[in-house]
């Protein structure tokens, strides 16, 4: 079993970058495909990306062109940078596996995007 713990959110103005990390441990991860969700209060968790490690990288509409999803498999993290960040990012963004069954959830980390 992977246990997975984010970091990197904040505070940041809106057109401000943020670079989120997931440390992933527990497990081999290197053929694990990868993902990272965000959730607001009163709506659903949703994909933002995911990586498969290999060829596979997939991005939500609303955030093509804006985030990258990168893996080190040396050091067991999966990134998740943030560009151009509009008000509309703003919310807690998870990591976890990219397909059903996942682990539980963790704390997820806060981004807040504001002037």
């Known amino acids: 079993q992977l246990q997975l713990v984010e970091s990197g959110g904040g505070l940041v103005q809106p057109g401000g970058s943020l670079t989120l990390s997931c440390e992933v441990s527990?497990?081999?991860?290197?053929?694990?495909?990868i993902g990272w969700f965000r959730q607001v209060p009163g709506k659903e968790r949703e994909g933002v990306s995911c990586?498969?490690?290999?060829?596979?990288?997939l991005y939500e509409d609303s955030v093509k062109g804006r985030f990258t999803i990168s893996r080190d498999n040396t050091s067991n993290r999966v990134y998740l940078q943030m560009n151009d960040l509009q008000p509309e990012d703003t919310a807690v963004y998870y990591c976890?596996?990219?397909?059903?069954?996942?682990?539980?959830w963790g704390r997820g980390t806060q981004v807040t995007v504001s002037a």
């Open positions: 976890n596996l990219a397909t059903k069954p996942q682990f539980p």
């Open positions: 990586s498969n490690g290999k060829h596979i990288i």
């Open positions: 527990g497990d081999t991860f290197v053929d694990v495909a």
